[in-house]
T-cell receptor
Framework: ETGVTQTPRHLVMGMTNKKSLKCEQHLGHNAMYWYKQSAKKPLELMFVYSLEERVENNSVPSRFSPECPNSSHLFLHLHTLQPEDSALYLC????????????FGEGSRLTVL | AQKVTQAQTEISVVEKEDVTLDCVYETRDTTYYLFWYKQPPSGELVFLIRRNSFDEQNEISGRYSWNFQKSTSSFNFTITASQVVDSAVYFCALSYSGAGSYQLTFGKGTKLSVIP
């Protein structure tokens, strides 16, 4: 099992669809993150969870809804997205929320039509 | 406010050449960490190094070396005798304390292409 696994790897959805991205970490870490990577822009932190509690929410629109049912799983629920939301969504984990050594998944490439 | 600048958008080198990736940062914090990550075509970012702001010793790991200079706010990364497998996008990052966690500010990345 790789450290951080994301599914699906690719997703195409219409603006009225509802879909979810899934992330699972097998490292025994206590913190999990969602990042957005758009073309020609720096990685943007979206959410941070520590021990299943959301500790950071960086002004992300409500059409993105995270869920962390346990310390190994993280979801990003998507609804009524816009074309500008098309990006690579990266999940990461770390030992705890006070370390910057992040372990990333391979990302979910999202295209919104 | 924290900022990380990677002025080189893309670099191409021929295999076995040495290459240096530049990183300049801005922060008001006195304690911080600097990082380098590698993003190969598969997509996942791979952690390469973390450097504490109080430790200005240069670090070498195989063909990789890092030069941290607080006086110029730079944390440059050199690959010696580059190989095709080094082709990737490299990100420099700076940590800062958010409301509930350490957060990373990333540069825009430098795309390195190593030509055989």
């Amino acid at each position: 099992e790789t450290g951080v696994t994301q599914t699906p790897r690719h997703l195409v959805m219409g603006m009225t669809n509802k879909k979810s991205l899934k992330c699972e970490q097998h490292l025994g870490h206590n913190a999990m993150y969602w990042y957005k990577q758009s073309a020609k822009k720096p990685l943007e932190l979206m959410f941070v969870y520590s021990l299943e509690e959301r500790v950071e929410n960086n002004s992300v629109p409500s059409r993105f809804s995270p869920e962390c049912p346990n310390s190994s799983h993280l979801f990003l629920h998507l609804h009524t997205l816009q074309p500008e939301d098309s990006a690579l969504y990266l999940c990461a984990s770390s030992q705890d929320r006070w370390t910057g050594e992040l372990f990333f998944g391979e990302g979910s490439r999202l295209t919104v039509l | 406010a924290q900022k990380v600048t990677q002025a080189q958008t893309e670099i191409s080198v021929v295999e076995k050449e040495d290459v240096t990736l530049d990183c300049v940062y801005e922060t008001r914090d006195t304690t911080y960490y600097l990082f380098w990550y590698k993003q190969p075509p598969s997509g996942e970012l791979v952690f390469l190094i973390r450097r504490n702001s109080f430790d200005e010793q240069n670090e070498i790991s195989g063909r990789y070396s890092w030069n941290f200079q607080k006086s110029t706010s730079s944390f440059n990364f050199t690959i010696t005798a580059s190989q095709v497998v080094d082709s990737a996008v490299y990100f420099c990052a700076l940590s800062y304390s958010g409301a509930g966690s350490y957060q990373l500010t990333f540069g825009k990345g430098t795309k390195l292409s190593v030509i055989p």
